[in-house]
């Protein structure tokens, strides 16, 4: 019914930057929030920033200063710029959003993941 789709994750340098970005599809009436979590070897799954659709944003004490979300809600696009990253980003980072389905059903769906990694 509705997919989401992440690209722009890879491997960066200590203070180097990356930028993500996940594109929704599928059976979309409309998207309340989108978002980023990631997740380390090891370690629970934690937000990192959302926006809802008026562009409101919340961000993970991890991500606050560093990283900025931002969404294109005509293109049912949320994005990730991150800088000034550290070894602990590293992780898979996972999209969200909650989507309102045509059919008018709640969805909480979840990208498949990017790897990210910062080496020191």
């Known amino acids: 019914q509705v997919q989401l789709v992440e690209s722009g994750g890879g491997l960066v340098q200590a203070g180097g930057s990356l930028r993500l970005s996940c594109a929704a599809s599928?059976?979309?009436?409309?998207?309340?929030?989108m978002g980023w979590y990631r997740q380390a070897p090891g370690k629970q799954r934690e937000l990192v920033a959302d926006?809802?659709?008026?562009?409101?944003?919340n961000y993970g004490s991890s991500a606050k200063g560093r990283f900025t979300i931002s969404r294109d809600n005509a293109k049912n696009t949320v994005y990730l710029q991150m800088n000034s990253l550290k070894p602990e980003d590293t992780a898979v980072y996972y999209c969200?959003?909650?989507?309102?389905?045509?059919?008018?059903?709640?969805?909480?769906?979840w990208g498949q993941g990017t790897q990210v990694t910062v080496s020191s």
């Open positions: 969200n959003a909650r989507v309102v389905t045509t059919a008018r059903v709640t969805l909480d769906v």
């Open positions: 599928g059976s979309i009436f409309s998207i309340n929030v």
């Open positions: 926006i809802n659709s008026g562009g409101s944003t």
